[in-house]
């Protein structure tokens, strides 16, 4: 089998473990094990926690120490444990710390992944440009096929979805044994502050810069919202006897599968519309887009005028998701010196995926218990909280983010 295909099966399992659970464990969370909104975003907010650690750590470990693919072994190995231990709680408490093993050893395993596909197709003499994104959206078919395959299984409200994503996490630490080696290497000595990207730290000086990555912050609070509670939502409308039956309430995941669908069109689109109106525009739609996209949910329902909405809400999830994160990342990557572009995308996701995940989960679950009344849920006027929150922060960012994408420029 040629190192393309092989990585494809590494890239397919990689999101099918985050694919079985990510979207479908807060109905579990909430509905099975009745859990509160806080308790569910904390239990979420160990991703955004794990942002902040292990990622750094252990891309010193593989620079330095280990090879990359025994690393990544390692890893899944521990996310494997992890998740069956998780998978027997019914304490928030407990599966908080299982959730947070789970997320330390997790997250460090997407920047392997692709250190590991950058490392084979160099050594093969494959242009990585070209080659890469077409082996990387293996990884979305693969949380796709995962999300399909639980909802279908009827498994969206059972421990079982992480029984799922235990046992592909140990096919993928067995499979990753067979990829190629890779060396680790001595590099020139660097201080803590570069391994820790603080070096970055430089761009806040620049105003263009601080409101940018202040923005990130902000924007990136409200990322995983839909994705913490969304399974929630669609699985409350069998609460009405008129909706018990429905696909909406029956297969929710699966609808909530178009998103990711949605996601690989829109990144197509991503290179003409930062070309035709640059990064400040782009990310103006990215917020008009999360705006809709929580606007439409709290409209939606499954009468067939509400699942239109719903479907126009999972389409717009692509270009809102795209256009602020990967639009955010060629940003830093054309205007930053390249002498510190690795430390500022580093920074990017840490305000992203670390601080504003993290806070975002923790006040989104405040918002769900200040909307629940009676053990019932508030969904219209939740989702309008994060919609109005989308469009202040959209018009504060017109007004405050001030920079030409004529200037070609690089940030000191």
């Known amino acids: 089998m040629n190192i393309k295909n092989r990585l494809k099966i590494m890239m397919f399992f ?9 979207v479908t464990f807060g109905a579990y969370l909430l509905n099975t094990l009745h859990f509160s909104g806080v308790e569910v975003s904390m239990i979420f907010s160990t991703k955004a926690l ?12 593989a620079d330095k120490f280990l090879q990359a693919k025994h690393l990544y072994m390692f890893c ?10 998780a998978a027997s709680i019914n304490n928030a408490t407990l599966l908080f710390w299982a ?20 490392h084979c197709l160099d050594k093969d003499n494959l242009d990585t440009v070209a080659t890469f994104p077409k082996i990387r959206v293996f990884g979305t078919v693969g949380f796709i ?9 009827k498994l969206e409200l059972s421990a079982a979805q992480l029984y799922i994503a235990c046992i592909a996490s140990l096919i993928l630490a067995i499979y990753s044994s067979t990829l190629p080696n ?9 201080s803590w502050s570069s391994y820790l990207g603080l070096d970055a730290f430089v761009l806040f000086k620049n105003p263009v810069m601080a409101v940018f990555f202040l923005f990130a912050m902000l924007l990136g609070a409200i990322l995983q919202v839909t994705n913490t509670f969304g399974g929630a939502f669609l699985h409350d409308f069998g609460k009405t006897q008129e909706f018990q039956n429905s696909l909406i309430v029956q297969y929710p995941a699966i609808l909530l599968s178009v998103s990711q669908m949605a996601e690989v069109a829109f990144i197509l689109t991503i290179p003409f ?25 709290a409209f939606g329902d499954p009468t067939p005028f509400g699942f239109a909405l719903l479907m126009l809400s999972m389409i717009v999830y692509g270009c809102a998701f795209d256009f602020f994160n990967i639009s955010g990342s060629i940003f830093i990557e054309k205007e930053v010196n390249s002498n510190i572009r690795a430390s500022a995308q580093g920074l990017f996701m840490t305000m992203v995926n670390g601080i504003g995940a993290y806070f975002g989960s923790i006040l989104s679950g405040v918002v769900v218990d200040i909307c629940t009344h ?15 929150y989308a469009l202040v922060l959209g018009i504060v960012f017109y007004y405050s983010f001030n920079y030409n994408y004529t200037k070609n420029n690089s940030v000191e």
Not at 14 to 22: D, E, K, T
Not at 100 to 118: Q, V
Not at 182 to 190: D, V
Not at 374 to 388: P, S, Y
Request: proline share 3%; aromatic share 16%.
């Open 50 to 61: 794990a942002a902040l650690i292990t990622p750094f750590i252990v891309g010193i470990i």
């Open 182 to 190: 890779i060396e680790t290497q001595k590099k020139p000595k660097q």
């Open 273 to 297: 519309f930062l070309k035709k109106f640059g990064i400040k525009k782009v990310i103006m739609i990215s917020i008009i887009a999360w705006t809709l996209r929580f606007g439409l949910f």
């Open 14 to 22: 990689q999101y099918f473990i985050w694919g079985s659970w990510l």
């Open 99 to 118: 959730m947070l093993g789970n997320a330390l050893a997790y997250m460090p395993t997407i920047a392997l992944s692709n250190s590991i596909s950058y």
């Open 76 to 85: 899944h190995a521990i996310c494997a444990i992890a998740l069956f231990y």
């Open 145 to 153: 096929i995962a999300m399909w395959a639980v909802s279908l299984c």
């Open 374 to 388: 009676n053990g019932v849920k508030d969904w219209q006027t939740i989702w309008l909280i994060f919609a109005c």
